[in-house]
C-alpha cells in the first residue's frame, strides 16, 4: 500500500513561495488592484476536498501547501460551482462570463467559441495588457477558439497520438510553466508600434495545468507516495509554488493578482462515476476559488454561492477595468463586502453523454443549499444537511421542487433569447442533399430531438457505460476480438448509445476489419443518431478503404455545415492529396492552419502533400516544422525519411525511419519502407530482423501484396 506523503517533501521544493509575508486583513473593495498584472492558474479536474483550505478529506490534508497558502493569506470562495463538469465547455463560461447555453461550447472538442462574444482576453488585450496563453492539453486547443485576444496561445503539448486518452496529448505542469515564466519575464518590445515601450506594461497570463486529469501518471517522489490521483494533484501544488517562487525572485508578484480555480473536479468512484462528464453532484461541480494580491485585497473567507461564470467580472471589478455588458456573471466583491447572504442561482449541466451517447440531457440548479437536477428521474438534494447528495428529496419536497424547477425554466427562457455563440451548426440543406446523394438518408451532424424516458437518465446507463470502459481496456491489454462480444451486447441492449458504435468500430478497425468499422459507422449516420466528429472518422476510414470520392463527398458535407471544423478540413485535405487535388489539398490545411497555427499534424500533411507534387524543397520545410512543433510524429519521421530517399540521402532516410520507429512500433509502412532500405542497400543482414517483423506482425488485409513480395525476397 501506497504511504501517504509528509509535507515536507512538498515544502520543500516551495520554500521560495513560502517566505512571503502574511497580509493584512483588509476590506476587499473594487479596483483594488487596478494596474495589476493578472495571472489566472487553471487547474484541471481538482476536487475542492483535495484542497487543504477547503476542507481536505480525512488523511489526505496536506496535498496543497502553495494553495493553502494562497488561501490563508487572499479570498477563498468556499462554494463556487462550475457550469459544466468538462474542461473545454467550463473554461469557456471563465472566459467569457456567460453560461454554456449561450457561449454553445457544450461537450468537449465538438465545438468552437465564435467571435461574437467577448472574453476575459480581448477585454485585457483592449485595456493595453500583453496576453498570453499557456494550456496543457488537446482539450483547450486554439481548433476550439478560445485563443482570441491572446497574444500567444501556447499549446504545444503534441498531436494526439495512439494510446493518448480521450482528451488527447498533454504536457506536465513544469513543461507549461517554463514557456509561461519566458514569456511573463520577457521585455516588450522596443521596436514595436503596437507596445508600449516601457518596461513594466502590464501582462495578463493564463496557464492551465492538466496533471490531475485522468491518466493519473505523477512524477517521483509523489508517484510513490500517494494514491493516483492525489499523487497529480500534490505534484500540481507543488509546480504552482515553483511557478510563484520563480515570479517573485522575479519581482513579477509585486503588482500582481492571482486567481486560482479548478474547472472542475472528478468523481473518484462516486455515484458510479469513474471521472468526470457524466453526472453533476458536488464532487465534480463544487471547485476551489482563490484570489491573492498580497496586502491590496488581504486575508478573507465567502461562504456565499458563486459560479466560475462571476471569475471574469470579478477579475476586471478588481483591475478597475469595467466588464462588458455581454457578460452574464457578476463581479462578487461588492456582494462580499456588502456582506450579502444571498445570490443567484448557479445553472449548471452536463451534455455530453447527451451529445455523444444520446442520453437524456441533465441540467440543473443550485439555489442556497438546495440542488435541482433535472432528468427523467428528477433529483433535489439538501446540500447543507446531506452534503454527498444521498437522500433524493423531490418526491418528498414538492414545494422546494417546484421552486427550483421555476428558477430552471427562468435561466433556460433567458438562455435561449441569447443564442449560441458557438460555430456548430445543424446540417445546411446543401450538406444533407450531399450525404442523401452517398445513402445516408436520415443522418444528421448531431442527434435531432426526441423524447427521453427513464430508460434514458444516465443514472440507468453509467453501468453499461462502465462495461464498455472495461471493454475497451481489456481490448488495449489484448484480448482482441474477446473484448468486442461485450459492446455488441451493449449496442444490442442500448441502440441509441452512440459511442459503443465508435468503441466497436475502432476495435474493428484495428483488428484489420476495415469493412466491419465502416459498416458499424454507416449504421450510426443512417439512424441519424452520428455527431459530425462519428462522420469524421469515417471519412478517415472511407480514405484508407480507398474510397476516395466517397471519402470526399461525406468530408465535403461535414466541412459545408461545419467550417470552423479543424479535425474535417484536415481529413478532407488528406483525401484530397490522394486524389491528386493539390490545390485543394493545401487550402483545406490552410485552413486547418488558420484555425490552429500550432498543429503539427497540419503540416506533417503539407509536407505529405508536397512530396507527393514532387516539392521536395517546400515538403522538408513543412516537415520539419511539423517536428519542431511535435518530434513525437512518427508519421513525419516516416515522410521526412521518403523525401531523404527520393534526393539520395540514404543514411539520413534510414535515420528517420528508425525514429518512427521508436515512436510508434506500429507504424508498418515505416517498417517496411526501413527493412527495403536496407535491403536494397546491401545491408541485408540488418534489414532481416525488419523485413522478419512486418511479414510477422503487418496486417494481411492491408499489406497483402507487400507481404507476400517481403517472403520472396528473403527466401532467396
Known amino acids: 500500500m501506497k504511504k501517504w506523503m509528509a509535507a515536507g517533501v512538498v515544502l520543500l521544493l516551495t520554500s521560495g513561495w513560502l517566505l512571503w509575508h502574511g497580509a493584512a486583513s483588509l476590506a476587499i473593495r473594487s479596483a483594488a488592484c487596478a494596474g495589476c498584472n493578472v495571472l489566472l492558474i487553471t487547474i484541471d479536474t481538482l476536487r475542492s476536498d483535495r484542497v487543504g483550505t477547503f476542507g481536505g478529506a480525512t488523511g489526505l490534508t496536506g496535498l496543497t501547501p502553495t ?22 465547455p467550463s473554461h469557456t463560461s471563465m472566459l467569457t462570463g456567460v453560461s454554456p447555453p449561450v457561449h454553445g461550447v457544450r461537450a468537449n472538442g465538438l465545438f468552437r467559441l465564435g467571435a461574437r462574444l467577448p472574453t476575459l482576453a480581448t477585454v485585457l488585450k483592449a485595456a493595453g495588457y500583453r496576453t498570453g496563453a499557456f494550456v496543457g492539453a488537446f482539450v483547450l486547443d486554439a481548433r476550439f477558439g478560445l485563443n482570441r485576444g491572446f497574444d500567444i496561445y501556447d499549446d504545444r503539448y503534441g498531436e494526439k497520438h495512439p494510446g493518448d486518452d480521450a482528451d488527447g496529448a498533454e504536457r506536465r505542469a513544469e513543461d507549461v510553466i517554463k514557456p509561461a515564466l519566458e514569456w511573463i519575464n520577457q521585455q516588450p ?17 493564463w496557464v492551465h495545468l492538466y496533471d490531475p486529469h485522468e491518466p493519473y501518471r505523477a512524477p517521483e517522489p509523489y508517484a510513490s507516495r500517494f494514491q493516483p490521483y492525489d499523487a497529480e494533484v500534490a505534484y500540481t501544488d ?17 503588482r500582481t493578482l492571482v486567481v486560482v480555480a479548478a474547472d472542475h473536479g472528478e468523481s473518484l468512484g462516486d455515484h458510479g462515476e469513474r471521472s468526470h462528464g457524466v453526472f453533476a453532484y458536488d464532487v465534480t461541480l463544487r471547485v476551489p476559488w482563490i484570489v491573492w494580491a498580497g496586502s491590496r485585497i488581504g486575508r478573507q473567507s465567502w461562504d456565499g454561492l458563486v459560479r466560475l461564470i462571476d471569475l471574469a467580472p470579478t477579475t476586471l471589478d478588481l483591475v478597475g477595468i469595467a466588464a462588458p455588458h455581454e457578460f452574464e456573471g457578476r463581479s462578487v466583491i461588492g456582494a462580499i463586502a456588502a456582506g450579502e447572504t444571498s445570490s443567484p442561482p448557479a445553472y449548471f449541466e452536463a451534455m455530453d453523454a447527451n451529445l455523444t451517447r444520446n442520453w437524456a440531457p441533465l441540467s440543473g440548479v443550485v439555489s442556497g443549499h438546495e440542488k435541482l437536477i433535472d432528468l427523467p428521474i428528477p433529483e433535489l438534494y439538501d446540500l447543507k444537511a446531506d452534503p454527498h ?23 433556460t ?18 450538406a444533407r442533399q450531399r450525404l442523401q446523394a452517398l445513402g445516408y438518408v436520415a443522418s444528421s451532424a448531431e ?3 426526441r423524447v427521453y424516458t427513464d430508460a434514458d437518465d444516465p443514472k440507468m446507463l453509467i453501468g453499461p457505460a462502465n462495461e464498455l470502459n472495461r471493454a475497451l481496456a481489456d481490448f488495449k491489454r489484448g484480448a482482441g476480438n474477446a473484448a468486442i462480444a461485450p459492446v455488441v451486447a451493449i449496442i444490442q441492449a442500448h441502440p441509441g448509445f452512440t459511442t459503443a458504435y465508435g468503441v466497436l468500430a475502432s476495435m474493428q478497425h484495428d483488428l484489420g476489419d476495415l469493412d466491419g468499422a465502416i459498416a458499424t459507422l454507416e449504421q450510426v449516420v443512417r439512424r441519424g443518431i452520428a455527431d459530425q466528429s462519428v462522420m469524421v472518422v469515417l471519412g478517415g476510414y472511407l480514405q484508407e478503404s480507398g474510397a476516395l470520392p466517397q471519402a470526399a463527398a461525406l468530408l465535403e458535407a461535414v466541412v459545408a455545415s461545419h467550417p470552423d471544423y479543424a479535425d474535417a478540413c484536415n481529413s478532407l485535405g488528406v483525401v484530397y492529396s490522394r486524389m491528386g487535388h493539390h490545390d485543394r489539398a493545401r487550402a483545406a490545411f490552410r485552413k486547418v492552419l488558420e484555425l490552429d497555427p500550432t498543429s503539427a499534424t497540419a503540416y506533417e500533411n503539407l509536407g505529405v502533400d508536397d512530396m507527393q507534387a514532387g516539392d521536395l524543397p517546400a515538403a522538408i520545410t513543412d516537415l520539419t516544422r511539423a517536428l519542431e512543433l511535435d518530434p513525437r510524429l512518427a508519421r513525419a519521421h516516416n515522410a521526412l525519411a521518403a523525401v531523404h530517399l ?32 536496407l535491403w536494397d542497400a546491401s545491408r541485408r543482414e540488418e534489414a532481416r530482423p525488419y523485413l522478419e517483423r512486418f511479414v510477422r506482425e503487418a496486417p494481411s488485409p492491408r499489406y497483402a501484396a507487400d507481404i507476400t513480395r517481403i517472403r520472396r525476397m528473403l527466401n532467396r
Open 189 to 205: 518590445n522596443q521596436q514595436s508600434n503596437q507596445q508600449s515601450a516601457i518596461n513594466n506594461q502590464q501582462w495578463f497570463a
Open 413 to 430: 427562457t433567458g438562455f435561449a433569447g441569447r443564442g449560441s455563440a458557438s460555430e456548430k451548426r445543424t446540417l445546411s440543406a446543401d
Open 67 to 88: 494553495l493553502d497558502r494562497l488561501a490563508a493569506q487572499g479570498l477563498r470562495l468556499t462554494r463556487a460551482y462550475s457550469a459544466a463538469p468538462l474542461t473545454l
Open 389 to 411: 447528495e444521498t437522500a433524493n428529496l423531490f418526491a418528498r419536497a414538492g414545494d422546494r421542487a417546484r421552486t427550483l424547477q421555476s428558477l430552471l425554466r427562468t435561466a
Open 646 to 677: 527520393r534526393q539520395r540521402h540514404e543514411a539520413e532516410a534510414i535515420a528517420h525511419w528508425q525514429l518512427a520507429l521508436q515512436l510508434d512500433s506500429t507504424l508498418y509502412d515505416a517498417l517496411y519502407n526501413l527493412g527495403v532500405s
Open 238 to 254: 507543488a509546480m504552482i509554488g515553483r511557478l510563484l517562487s520563480d515570479l517573485r525572485t522575479a519581482h513579477q508578484l509585486d
Open 447 to 449: 442527434p435531432g430531438p
